[in-house]
């Protein structure tokens, strides 16, 4: 069976910090490219990071530049993202997300169930 978990959400007040991790089973986790994508109400869900599928190259949102990392530990088939400095904006539902590439493209093949980040006073 095929799973991707999120945990580490939570509740948190502005400039607070959070790390979400997504761990995976059921799959060879180096074959696939790990991103962080977040959904808030009444919004598309949109890329927050991305990373490589072994951890040489990252990617982020421009609204998450200088605030949040993403990282990936292939031994332990996770991979976190660490959230620093949060604002009211990042509130949202994170989900995990390992797309893996066909004929030279990299399509989605699986979605975790996501963890709920409320950044609030």
């Known amino acids: 069976q095929v799973q991707f978990v999120e945990s580490g959400g939570g509740l948190v007040q502005p400039g607070g910090s959070l790390r979400l991790s997504c761990a995976a089973s059921?799959?060879?986790?180096?074959?696939?490219?790990m991103s962080w994508y977040r959904q808030a109400p009444g919004k598309e869900r949109e890329l927050v990071a991305a990373i490589n599928r072994f951890g040489t190259f990252t990617n982020y949102a421009d609204s998450v530049k200088g605030r949040f990392t993403i990282s990936r530990d292939n031994a332990k088939s996770t991979v976190d993202l660490r959230m620093n400095s949060l604002e009211p904006e990042d509130t949202a539902v994170y989900y995990c997300?390992?797309?893996?590439?066909?004929?030279?493209?990299?399509?989605?093949?699986?979605w975790g169930q996501g963890t709920q980040v409320t950044v609030s006073s």
């Open positions: 997300n390992a797309a893996g590439s066909v004929a030279g493209l990299f399509t989605t093949k699986y």
């Open positions: 059921g799959v060879t986790f180096s074959s696939y490219r």
